[in-house]
Nanobody, 122 residues
């Protein structure tokens, strides 16, 4: 079994920073893309940022220049450094990984964490 566990969420003032972490564990053969998504109440889940195993990144326009995604392949961990936070960033943040489980014959599947809440408020 595979699980993704997010951490680092919390309450922060506008303009502040938070660093989210997501560690994938279990019977993992390899992880291709890892990413962060967020969902505010009453809104659709949206992509925040993704990163490939080789370090190629993609960001939502709303977070470009403020957020930085990174990963440690040896630790199967992805991070999201969030700076200059705005109230609009308030949401549950979910970790995502496209990975191949050990013994899965090379087929990748999409896995999700349970989420961590980020609240930006004064």
């Amino acid at each position: 079994q595979v699980q993704l566990v997010e951490s680092g969420g919390g309450l922060v003032q506008p303009g502040g920073s938070l660093r989210l972490s997501c560690a994938a564990s279990g019977s993992i053969f390899s992880i291709n893309v890892m990413g962060w998504y967020r969902q505010a109440p009453g809104k659709q889940r949206e992509l925040v940022a993704t990163i490939t195993r080789g370090g190629r990144t993609n960001y939502a326009d709303s977070v470009k220049g403020r957020f930085t995604i990174s990963r440690d392949n040896a630790k199967n961990t992805v991070y999201l450094q969030m700076n200059s936070l705005k109230p609009e960033d308030t949401a549950a943040y979910y970790c995502n990984a496209d990975l191949i489980q050990s013994g899965s014959y090379g087929y990748s599947d999409d896995y999700w964490g349970r989420g961590t809440q980020v609240t930006v408020s004064s």
